[in-house]
């Protein structure tokens, strides 16, 4: 009886079909699940792996892919992983501080902005120089950290850097020796016994070196200067600082000859070695060549050095020749020199390739010896050579690694491996959940393992130590480890690049074609989960997914709808998440309600921690005393979180064993000991430069490139004071090294990861977030100024050289002298939306101002700058679009609303969610859906009037073609939403019970977000059938669904898994289906089926005495409802039954009924000839008793209750009638009529009891389909407030969404295949009309010299438009049984002529009445009309038979109609309007299929025909004045083929174009010869026969020259040919012969190309299927009629074309002030949404009110228009 097929986690089978069938081969439905068939079965034998015309062998597959990426691709966990692809290139320049301040001071002036932007806009890459000298007055410093910080950035550079990573500029200066500042332990006695023999030496060397025996081995440290000479750092005295300064130096000097002196006897003694003898000695500029050159790899690759060699030096002059030259004494210190001529002269060019050094010679002049004015030349050849030599290491590098470099997925996964790496080196302990992990992964559970905990307590490190060992997990296969912390890279922190990204590792890694993997959120979540099917057991497949309450809630991403809650075989998933924030620990409980599969991670504990922090530092070879051992236990006692004992294990690193008590203590908590750190680190470097940095860091949505900081603070006013106060430097920016010396103190808080193609730095941890907004955003101001100074950053604002203002502070004024203001080029880039290459085109978008620009103009509360810099910014908004998701931008809208409304806001971005589906695809698309849908807010609305004009002026750029009036839906009325998707109409539409989610199905199931109004979810089952009902278990878990072709399909709404249930009733089809949360019910009219969730047959009852049924409802409380029908079709009598364990109780009634929730009262009509509504109720004793009866007179087709039933509404033939059911009995039986307008009435539906109406919230409005409309009525009075023209179909499902948080929706489906969503909160807001045809539009005329004039030709009707204003000016049709077939509308636009067809039926009606025998001839009727197009009445009718072809003639006053019937061609010319014959002729053979044609001078008919032996190659030429025969002609050229269109040639009377299937054919009718063949041309010819044009069905479009041209090629390609299936396809030439237009109709696209140099200009996405598409007369326009029955006006906006109309000049872009002050632009308002407003007037006054304000915009708008006229 019922075969069960499943189906679970299929969809991807679903999906691909689709994408081959549906989409490309335009196959039908039954074909599609042909086509599912066999995708399925090729995917069943290859075991659910790719098919077999995809597959590869190994060998193939080995050989194509990149070792590297396989490894990084596998999760290959190893100490050799590749570095993270770098996107910075970053320089450390090394000098000898004084003499080539010159030159770095050249360099930063001029060069480094130059090749900052040449790095951005060619390759996408950040440029930052580390400069430690500059900015720097004194070499040395307090801690001695200097050198240290130096190596420290050389090793970030060369880890960091693309191509170059080390500059060095030497001269003639050895550079400042320091002293070691740590010297090992052994050593250090080793020297203090080389000094025994110098006891004040020695006290000397004792004083200043503090043994510290933490380290181990123990180390000698010098001291900071500043414990023995207190002023050293005392810039408020200068006297005191100077004289410890010089106290300093001296000491310095003392022991460095100290120190040097014991090195060379240990040397002689053989007790040391030259080198480390040389680290005595060693200068730091030496120190830093060492590690740039010497000691480097692939040198020629990433280092330069610039030696410069000063002529005629004058020693003598001590104060400015110190400064180039060592000076020992008065003299050279030729030690110096020495070790300065074996670095210059034998180190640096035995390590260093000669073409990567630049020798540069130069004579001293002057007393400064080099200034710029002298040695201008010199440096400009500097200059120059270094920028070229650092672009070319830099564009070699990216050439190297450009296959890997720009790979975004590669770059993503390699991070999480490195992050992953650095978690697990320090990781130590928990064994016990390693263990439960590892056998998770051992074992056969199939349910993803949840690890939970709260912040710090280390879910993360567990995590990535877990994934470390999965290579010995699976010792016995070859596992792939797919791991990521979520929200640390861009494309871990949204959804839809997760998901992508775990896609394009798991085809990479299991040979699935990449290309497969769908954008569309929705495919992409079922996508993903068909691919955890391809694990395998050789090749295993474990996920690791850390922080799911780190990703973007964006998208639906926390209802983790997108996680799979069963796994394939051979798959394991892990995940992570804190509990409590954003619901996501407990939506995962939901999901996975095993709680075996979830381990909660607890603090570490107090011994478990003091281990961890002995194994950390017996790695570091640190230690602390017995004291300080005490210190640390007491603290992780009372706190041990993870995090916790990282904190105080890196604070603990920092004490030496000398360390005072005070400068021991340890805070008990996270929260303290983070700001103890930050108290620390402001002590140390400046509480402004501090909180400044670290705010800046903190306050960024998703942290700052390094670059971008150290711009930041050179922005900084406040910062720059600060750092300056006791000195003015040369270029006012920030010293690089205060920011390193920051980050130096920060050791691992600061994670690098990549934002927006940039590296960027930010915290480590949300806690270190928390502590710093606690700590420094406390006070808004400053909050608002930080979020301020990167907003004007990343605007641009001091950009690109802009100098920008600055005040010296009081201190700087008094101390150094200087003015109160001045001017600085702070050398900070633009800030463009867009990078464009040479040639114009996008290279690159800047991410990183569309990313962070409206968060920081959002905070800083900079309303008028993000509305004019972002929201309504055409250039910010498309580029935003075009490379980011939709999402993100419509984000920053709602980010705007939550902290201030504003209605154009909120316009703008309903806009942008209405246009979605187009957007996404096609973001040049923003401008034409912009204007298209806002045009009548134009005069009223400022910021969306500024917006229009920059998309008709910026947005050409992108796409010409502009909508030149209003065409699409505009929001802000009552549609909230028009969701599409469905192939067919959605019959099952329902609503989760807590109204987030709308359930809709046709031959696939949609879940819609109602929230968002995206697709949340989409199902493909692959049935044959379409959904006939849809019902949703009670618990929001499973919806089951019944077809027309007798299938149940039951799909679980969370995972998205889904079985089908062939023919689960016997005999007749399925009538429904109803259900609770653990079992369903199916019937038919014979009996009803119990299934539990799972598909099983629990029971069958047959239908209670045979009666056959019509209804059932499941109730929770097991009184389920059935409703049963006569057995007598033609009677109404009708059964309701409330049925359960206790109960059996039946009520008879007829027509219609409803029931209350609790099934104790019904509403119904009783008697068959009393329409009156009779109210029972079920008595304790299970009997019916009557209650009160409505009164009325017509009959009822259906009931409907309100949701708190307190009010009924009826259906009746005029209308509805609504009853008050709370109403005081003296108001008993008094109902509120609510008529449907004339002309429409209300259809029984003889089967169902359904109803079309309902009412909204608090009952306020009654709302009901009625075909296409729906009609909004005030209950109250039954006033008609509100006409939606809804849809373009008829509405099939209607249903009411309301709810205590002021929701108030409604839904209605229609055979349109679209779903909409109204608000019913905003039905009085205004709705701006669109006038369309009612039926589909299947041809346009146009007038050709009245320019406003244009009709469009239905099934039944024509269409009359003014073109200036977009308006339709009246619909004629003579009569609605008629078929139009033909139409044409004269020059002068007065008359219009048109062909008319009996309808099949009405002709069949006739005939069937008037034949008298069966063998009578039906001859086809019609006739030809002559309309007058002002008047729209009809002038003449002409009986003629079967017309299919008019052709308009003699200036318009002729028409030629050929008709036929019978085989035999009838011609017949008639004068316009007078409809008199002109003459008439027939023909014999003529194909109806090839029309005729009329010569360009009007004087010759050419009709194919044939001839007696019925040969096809034969023309009939006719003069077209007379209609007298002159000749036939006989087609006997070279590759005559049987053509299927003939043409006229605009050029030359005498020749028309004769076309077939594979060339054209130009022939000279008077010489019967053909002139020339065109091969592939298909008849579209331009207005001088100059171009043809090629566009075959399968895709592709040529431009072909039909006469020789020298200057230009026979064909140039617009668009290539793509094999993507055959589809009907229309182009032509603009009148004005400048453009051409092709139309796809697979794409619904429209291209628009300039003939001049074939260049695409428009690339745009049509809102439906375009049946009909025509040229403007003045070729500045496009003509559109749509299957939806619109009539769209096109411009066409060349921005090279300034002959083109000015689109400012255009009517809709006009202001109009209307009678009341108002500006309006000639848009007419819903005339029921105007009398709702002035409801409480009498009906007169509004009519009257309506007709004079619609008088006074017309009067204006026609001035306006008459001027347009006069002006085109």
């Known amino acids: 009886m019922e075969s069960k097929k499943e189906s679970k986690g299929s969809n991807d089978k679903l999906v691909e079909a689709f994408m081959k069938s549906e989409i490309k081969k335009n196959l039908s439905l039954n074909d599609l699940v042909k086509e599912y068939s066999r995708v399925d079965s090729g995917n069943r034998r290859n075991g659910g792996g790719v098919s077999p015309d995809n597959a590869n062998s190994d060998s193939d597959i080995s050989l194509q892919k990149n070792p590297k990426k396989l490894r990084v691709f596998e999760g290959l966990l190893s100490d050799d992983l590749p570095p993270l692809n770098s996107k910075i290139v970053r320089i450390f320049t090394s000098s000898t501080f004084t003499d080539t301040q010159l030159e770095r001071n050249a360099l930063m002036a001029d060069v480094y902005p130059k090749i900052k932007e040449y790095c951005r806009e060619n390759h996408g890459l950040e440029f930052q120089v580390v400069d430690m000298r500059w900015g720097v007055r004194d070499e040395a410093t307090d801690d001695h950290m200097t050198t240290e910080l130096c190596m420290n950035e050389i090793r970030n550079c060369q880890r960091l850097s693309t191509g170059p990573n080390f500059v060095v500029f030497l001269g003639q200066k050895y550079g400042y020796r320091p002293i070691?500042?740590?010297?090992?332990?052994?050593?250090?006695?080793?020297?203090?016994?080389?000094?025994?023999?110098?006891?004040?030496?020695?006290?000397?060397?004792?004083?200043?070196?503090?043994?510290?025996?933490?380290?181990?081995?123990?180390?000698?440290?010098?001291?900071?200067?500043?414990?023995?000479?207190?002023?050293?750092?005392?810039?408020?005295?200068?006297?005191?600082q100077e004289a410890d300064s010089n106290a300093w130096w001296d000491t310095m000097c003392d022991l460095q000859k100290i120190l040097r002196r014991a090195v060379e006897v240990l040397l002689e003694k053989k007790m040391i070695d030259e080198e480390g003898a040389h680290n005595y000695y060693m200068s730091v500029t030496e120190r830093e060549i060492q590690n740039g050159i010497l000691r480097a790899k692939d040198t020629g690759d990433h280092a330069l050095a610039y030696i410069r060699s000063i002529e005629d030096i004058n020693i003598s002059v001590l104060r400015i020749s110190k400064l180039f030259v060592d000076i020992a004494g008065r003299s050279l210190d030729t030690e110096a020199q020495d070790l300065l001529d074996n670095l210059r002269d034998r180190k640096i060019p035995a390590a260093l390739a000669e073409e990567n050094i630049a020798r540069f010679s130069v004579t001293w002049t002057g007393k400064e010896g080099l200034d710029n004015d002298t040695h201008k030349e010199y440096i400009e050849e500097f200059c120059n050579h270094f920028y070229h030599s650092i672009l070319k290491l830099v564009d070699d590098a990216v050439k190297k690694n450009d296959e890997l470099m720009h790979d975004r997925i590669y770059a993503d996964i390699l991070q999480h491996l490195h992050m992953c790496l650095n978690l697990v080196k320090l990781f130590k302990g928990r064994e016990e959940i390693i263990h439960r992990v590892t056998e998770y992964l051992k074992g056969s559970n199939n349910i993803p393992l949840i690890m939970y905990g709260e912040s710090g307590c280390g879910k993360t490190s567990l995590l990535a130590k877990s994934a470390s060992l999965v290579r010995e997990v699976y010792n016995d296969a070859t596992p792939v480890l797919l791991i990521r912390f979520l929200g640390t890279s861009p494309d871990s922190s949204t959804i839809q690049p997760l998901l992508h990204s775990l896609c394009v590792q798991i085809s990479y890694l299991y040979d699935q074609p990449i290309e497969d993997i769908p954008s569309d959120l929705v495919l992409l979540q079922g996508y993903f989960k068909k691919l955890l099917s391809c694990a395998t057991k050789e090749s295993p497949m474990v996920i690791f997914l850390d922080s799911l309450d780190q990703i973007s809630p964006t998208d639906g991403a926390h209802s983790l709808m997108w996680l799979p809650t069963r796994l394939p075989p051979n798959v394991k998933f892990v995940v992570s998440s804190l509990p409590k924030l954003y619901g996501v620990l407990d939506t995962l409980f939901k999901l996975i309600s095993n709680k075996g599969n979830r381990i909660e991670i607890t603090p570490l504990g107090a011994d478990l921690g003091g281990n961890i922090i002995k194994t950390w530092l017996e790695r570091k070879q640190r230690d602390v005393s017995s004291s300080q051992w005490e210190i640390v236990n007491a603290a992780i006692s009372k706190c041990n979180l993870p995090l916790y004992v990282k904190l105080v294990f890196d604070e603990i690193c920092r004490w030496r064993s000398f360390s005072k008590p005070q400068d021991t203590v340890l805070s008990h908590s996270i929260h303290e000991i983070i700001n103890k750190l930050f108290e620390r680190i402001e002590n140390s470097h400046g509480k402004t430069l501090v909180s400044r940095a670290l705010g800046y860091i903190t306050a960024s949505k998703s942290g700052l490139s390094e670059a971008e900081l150290e711009d930041l603070l050179s922005l900084d006013e406040k910062v720059l004071n600060d750092v300056f106060q006791y000195h003015i430097p040369p270029v006012r920016r920030i010293p690089p090294l205060l920011w390193t010396r920051i980050r130096n103190d920060l050791p691992g808080y600061l994670t690098e990861r990549e934002a927006d193609g940039v590296n960027v730095i930010n915290w480590y941890h949300r806690q270190f977030i928390d502590v710093c907004k606690e700590r420094y955003f406390r006070n808004l101001n400053f909050l608002n100024e930080i979020h301020s100074n990167i907003s004007d950053y990343f605007c641009g604002t001091w950009g690109g050289g802009r100098e920008k203002p600055f005040e010296y502070s009081e201190l700087q004024r008094s101390r150094l002298g200087s003015e109160k203001t001045g001017l600085s080029d702070r050398k900070v880039p633009l800030q463009p939306n867009v990078h464009f290459d040479s040639d114009g085109n996008v290279c690159r978008y800047n991410l990183r101002k569309l990313s962070e620009l409206p968060h920081h103009l959002l905070r800083s509360n900079r309303y008028d700058d993000l509305y004019n810099e972002c929201l309504f910014n055409y250039g910010f908004l498309r580029a935003k679009i075009a490379s980011m998701p939709l999402q993100m931008t419509l984000a920053d809208f709602e980010e705007l609303q939550e902290k201030v409304f504003d209605k154009d806001t909120k316009i703008l971005a309903d806009t942008i969610r209405l246009s979605a589906s187009i957007l996404t695809h096609y973001s040049d698309m923003l401008g034409p859906q912009i204007v298209g849908r806002l045009l009548p807010l134009y005069s009223t609305h400022p910021k969306i009037r500024n917006l229009i004009q920059q998309c008709d002026t910026d947005g050409i750029n992108f796409c010409s073609l502009v909508p030149t009036h209003h065409c699409y839906h505009t929001p802000g009325g009552p549609l909230q939403y028009s969701l599409e998707g469905h192939l067919f109409a959605p019959y099952g539409i329902s609503i989760t019970s807590d109204t987030r989610y709308l359930i809709s199905a046709s031959n696939r199931i949609i879940i819609f977000d109602l929230s968002t109004g995206e697709v949340f979810r989409t199902i493909f089952p692959g049935v044959e059938g379409i959904v006939s009902t849809l019902s949703i278990s009670p618990n929001d878990k499973y919806c089951v669904c019944s077809t027309t072709i007798n299938q149940v399909i039951i799909c679980n709404i969370q995972t998205g898994d889904f079985q089908i249930i062939e023919k689960p009733v016997e005999e007749t089809s399925l009538l429904g289906v109803s259900s609770l949360s653990s079992e369903f019910v199916v019937y038919n009219s014979r009996a009803w089926y119990v299934y539990s969730i799972d598909g099983t047959l629990k029971q069958r009852t047959p239908v209670y005495q045979a009666t056959p049924l019509m209804e059932i409802r499941l109730k929770q409380n097991k009184e389920h409802v059935f409703i049963l029908e006569s057995v007598d079709e033609n009677d109404r009598d009708r059964t309701f039954v409330v049925l359960n364990a206790n109960i059996d109780d039946h009520f008879q009634f007829h027509t219609a009924l409803a029931v209350t929730k609790d099934s104790k009262t019904v509403y119904s009509c009783i008697e068959l000839s009393d329409f009156d509504i009779a109210v029972y109720t079920r008595s304790p004793r299970f009997c019916w008793e009557y209650q009160r009866s409505f009164n009325n007179t017509e009959e009822v087709y259906s009931l409907c209750l309100s949701d708190d039933e307190t009010h009924l509404a009826a259906t009746v033939a005029p209308g509805f009638k609504v009853w008050d059911l709370l109403a005081k009995l003296s108001k008993e039986g008094k109902e509120v009529v609510m008529s449907l307008p004339h002309g429409i009435r209300n259809i029984p539906n003889k089967h169902s009891l359904a109803s079309l109406c309902l009412f909204s919230r608090r009952n306020e409005f009654l709302c009901a389909g009625v075909r296409k409309y729906i009609f909004v009525w005030d209950v109250k009075n039954g006033t008609l407030v509100k006409t939606l023209d809804a849809h373009f179909g008829r509405i099939c499902r209607l249903m009411s969404v309301t709810g205590p948080d002021r929701t108030n929706k409604l839904i209605s489906s229609s055979l349109d295949k679209t779903i909409k969503v109204w608000n019913i909160e905003n039905i009085y807001e205004d709705v701006y009309s669109i006038d369309r045809m009612e039926k589909p539009v299947d041809d346009i005329c146009m007038a050709a010299d009245h320019i406003s004039r244009a009709i469009t030709i239905t099934r039944n009707c024509l269409g009359l438009w003014n073109l200036s204003d977009g308006r339709l000016l009246k619909t004629l049709s003579s009569s609605g049984s008629s078929i139009i077939s033909q139409a044409k509308i004269t020059s002068n636009g007065l008359y219009i002529v048109s062909a008319e067809l009996d309808r099949p039926e009405a002709r069949d009606n006739r005939t069937q009445q008037n034949s008298e025998s069966e063998n009578e001839v039906i001859i086809p009727t019609g006739n030809v009309l002559i309309w007058n197009a002002e008047e729209g009445k009809t002038l003449q009718t002409v009986p003629l038979r079967n017309v299919h072809q008019l052709i308009l003639n003699e200036n318009d006053t002729r028409c030629i109609a050929i008709s036929s019937s019978l085989n035999r061609v009838k011609c017949t010319c008639i004068e316009v309007p007078r409809a008199k014959e002109v003459y008439t002729f027939e023909l014999e053979g003529q194909k109806r299929n090839k029309n005729a044609v009329l010569t360009c001078d009007g004087l010759s008919l050419v009709f194919p025909t044939t001839n007696k032996a019925g040969e096809t190659n034969i023309l009939s030429v006719y003069h077209a004045k007379t209609g007298a025969h002159q000749f036939k002609v006989t087609l006997k050229y070279s590759n005559y083929q049987e053509f299927h269109t003939l043409?006229?040639?605009?050029?030359?009377?005498?020749?028309?174009?004769?076309?077939?299937?594979?060339?054209?054919?130009?022939?000279?009718?008077?010489?019967?010869?053909?002139?020339?063949?065109?091969?592939k041309w298909n008849g579209v010819v331009n207005s001088t026969g100059k171009y043809g044009l090629y566009a075959p069905t399968r895709g592709g479009l040529e431009l072909l020259a039909l006469t020789k041209n020298p200057d230009k090629p026979q064909t140039q390609t617009l668009i290539p040919r793509v094999a993507e299936g055959v589809f009907y396809v229309k182009c032509l030439f603009t009148k004005n012969d400048k453009h051409v237009v092709y139309y796809h109709r697979?794409?619904?696209?429209?291209?628009?190309?300039?003939?001049?140099?074939?260049?695409?200009?428009?690339?745009?996405?049509?809102?439906?299927?375009?049946?009909?598409?025509?040229?403007?007369?003045?070729?500045t326009g496009l003509l559109l009629g749509a299957e939806d029955g619109s009539f769209v006006i096109l411009t066409i906006a060349d921005p090279q074309n300034a002959n083109n109309i000015k689109i400012e000049e255009l009517p809709s872009r006009q202001l109009i002030q209307d009678p009341n002050g108002s500006a309006q632009n000639g848009f007419t308002i819903g005339s029921h949404m105007m009398a709702a407003k002035v409801v409480s007037k009498p009906l007169s006054k509004v009519r009257q009110h309506l007709q004079s304000k619609r008088q006074a915009k017309e009067d204006k708008m026609n001035s306006i228009l008459k001027d347009y006229t006069s002006k085109v």
């Open 1642 to 1675: 697979g794409h619904r696209t429209i291209r628009v190309f300039r003939i001049s140099d074939c260049k695409q200009l428009a690339h745009y996405k049509c809102h439906a299927q375009v049946n009909a598409m025509e040229g403007t007369a003045d070729g």
């Open 1543 to 1575: 043409l006229p040639m605009p050029n030359d009377p005498s020749q028309i174009a004769i076309i077939d299937n594979n060339k054209g054919v130009i022939f000279d009718i008077k010489k019967k010869s053909a002139v020339k063949s065109i091969n």
């Open 180 to 240: 070691p500042t740590i010297i090992d332990g052994a050593e250090f006695k080793k020297l203090e016994e080389c000094t025994q023999q110098f006891p004040e030496d020695l006290a000397l060397l004792q004083k200043w070196y503090q043994v510290d025996t933490n380290t181990v081995p123990p180390v000698y440290i010098l001291r900071p200067i500043s414990t023995v000479y207190y002023n050293f750092n005392n810039k408020r005295n200068a006297k005191l």
